[in-house]
């Protein structure tokens, strides 16, 4: 399972696009990047998945560079309802027999503020 | 919506009780996953399953136990209740896109909030 790296948190006024990088320097060939968020007292729920150049669907947008070592998820136009925890997820962790692990971070606390 | 369901959602027990938590799916996802959180913390995994009969530890070293007699059906048991376990349970499911070599999208539940008092 890849190490990321992401920052811890992240303020941002409403309207404005947010921007959050996830470090992988360790990524495998066949790793996709995902990316989750959370609500307090909620479960986390998916954003996007990718594997390279960039993903867009009606919520956010992925970018991920030739080298594939990072990846940055955008949020157009945020707004309060989007404070939230985000999490990148890059692979997965096998433990043989098809069994394997689905391991999240500490996250980015994002904060939007009006 | 996503079809993955927790009960209680809420709970609170006394020291030294036997508890089951309860997830079930109907997505007929083969990969299962329990997780525990605390209020602002990380999300840890306690147990997971990639199929029936199989259940494997997860990185966070937990008391309780879990069991997968169907694919639809995770429960997660504390057989000794303790003030230490009290936190959140989320329970979630996936696919694996084996070809592909990637997770498809987790699902999870609503979580079950527990208190041991």
Partial sequence: LAKTTQPISMD??????????????????NDYITWYQQFPSQGPRFIIQGYKTKVTNEVASLFIPADRKSSTLSLPRVS??????????????????????????????????? | EADIYQTPRYLVIGTGKKITLECSQTMGHDKMYWYQQDPGMELHLIHYSYGVNSTEKGDLSSESTVSRIRTEHFPLTLESARPSHTSQYLCASSEYAGGQGRVTEAFFGQGTRLTVV
Avoid: M, R, W
Wanted: proline fraction near 2%; charge should be negative; charged fraction near 10%.
């Fill in chain 1, 80 to 114: 309060l309802s989007d404070t939230a925890v985000y999490y990148c997820l890059v692979g997965v962790s096998y433990s043989g027999a098809g069994s394997y692990q689905l391991t999240f971070g500490k996250g980015t606390k994002l904060s939007v503020i009006p």
């Fill in chain 1, 12 to 29: 941002s006024y409403e309207g404005q696009e947010v921007n959050i990088t996830c470090s992988h320097n360790n990524i495998a060939t």
